[in-house]
């Protein structure tokens, strides 16, 4: 199985606690390639995906078609977490470009890098 920033996966995600994403669902793969594809690192970090729509940045509507989700649905940045790479169940497809920017952008959000990321000054990320 083949994985790449940008899929979309079907994700085990249980056990979970408290409010966080649970049972079967897909996911959005949002880390490096280069981490992926490396065997010294066993997890890949994913955005789960829902149904049901949300408002702002951090909730970017997906489309249904190459992506290989059956309906619309939507990202949920503020439920980034790594799992480890057995738990993916199967690949479906892969996000257009404009839908990843999106996921991009609200990544950038929630995890405060807009101003690392922007400024001149700021040290390259190793």
Do not use: N
Not at 5 to 21: C, K
């Amino acid at each position: 199985m083949k994985l790449g920033r940008g899929a979309v996966i079907v994700v085990e995600l249980d056990p979970t606690f408290g409010h966080e994403q649970h049972g079967v669902r897909p996911c959005i793969v949002v880390s490096d390639p280069e981490v992926i594809g490396d065997q010294r690192f066993p997890l890949v970090c994913v955005v789960p995906l829902t149904g049901t729509p949300g408002e702002g940045l951090l909730y970017p509507p997906l489309a249904p078609g190459r992506s290989g989700l059956a309906r619309k649905s939507f990202a949920l940045i503020d439920h980034l977490r790594s799992i480890d790479k057995r738990r993916v169940r199967r690949v479906f497809g892969e996000l257009a470009r404009e839908e990843m920017a999106a996921i991009d952008e609200g990544l950038v959000a929630f995890l405060g890098l807009g101003g690392r990321l922007h400024s001149a000054g700021a040290p390259p990320v190793q």
